[in-house]
């Protein structure tokens, strides 16, 4: 079964944990030190250690749980549903609708940090998706993206995804050092902009762990468990599923700004955005490509190389 350590979340089934952190409860703010002033001060406290304020910048994203508690219980084993409903100022700075705009139009999105000028190019660093009578549509342009067409497509109902938005962040990209440092191994990012009442993608499931931060707006969503043992922690991703094909879901949630939901690779999911508006969050993730699988197909080729080279008998 889950576990709950404010009596709220929503939605989560068996297997699927929630921590909430309404109603002065631990992950509110006012007794957790972890997430008192964002990020920044939670690593700024170890600035002198390097990795010391990276393993901050973790436990701040996930606060109230505790970093150990985090990886015996849930990493790569089961989702997480982190409520705060009286911290929706837990991920400001990071990204908002006007961050993109400004990112769109070639101005930055940093705000007080500013950012990396430049635009959009389709396919590299913007996706345009719509998800609409069970069928996943991809309606990118050709090269540079004109943030005139952007806009038109949203209005028409389209996500917008963009990819890597750290390249063009500041803060964003610091947060993501971090966390990098504190994995050690590649962390990835895209955020995902949603119309109101609308969906982007189909259900599928991903190669990667996967950290959900709603920033602005609300989004509907639904988790299903791996449906045979050949789903379970994949090294690809999936294709794109019907309705029919994935159950019931284990976890079903409205994600506000300052929640944070995490699940394993594998575990399929889709979100819609609420009717009455917006939604904006960022999925950051870590451990494509990071099994001992991988690492032994990358060394053993050059490991039998040199011992062909280097001993006759081998």
Known sequence: ??????????????????????????GSGSDDG??????????????????????????WLIAPLDPDDFFRDYFEKRPLLI???????YFEGLLSKAD?????????GGGDDGAAAGGLVYGEQVDVTRYTDGVRTTLNGEGAADPAD???HYGEGCSLRLLRPQEQQDSLHELMSLLEEHWGSFAGCNAYLTPAGTQGFAPHYDDIEAFV????????WAVYEPRHAGEVLPRFSSPNFTQEEIGEPLLTTVLEPGDLLYF??????????????????????????????????????????QAAATDPDF
């Not at 972890?34 to 250690?49: I, K, L, P, Q």
């Not at 399929?268 to 990071?290: E, N, R």
């Open 1 to 26: 079964g889950g576990v709950n350590m404010s009596g709220g979340g929503g939605g989560g089934g068996a297997g699927a944990g929630a921590a909430g952190a309404g109603g002065g409860s631990a």
């Open 34 to 59: 972890r997430a008192v002033g964002g990020w920044r001060e939670a690593a700024g406290d170890e600035s002198d250690d390097p990795r010391a304020a990276a393993a901050a910048a973790f436990a």
């Open 83 to 89: 409520k705060r409903s009286e911290r929706r100022d």
């Open 100 to 108: 993109v705009e400004a990112i769109a139009a070639g101005k930055g």
């Open 150 to 152: 952007l806009w038109r």
């Open 213 to 220: 931060l709603q920033t602005e707006g609300a989004k509907q």
């Open 264 to 305: 394993p690779r594998g575990f399929i999911h889709q979100a819609k955005s609420v009717d009455d508006t917006h939604s904006l969050h960022l999925t950051i993730s870590t451990g494509l490509h990071s099994t001992w699988y991988d690492l032994l197909a990358h060394e053993l080729p050059h490991v039998l190389k």
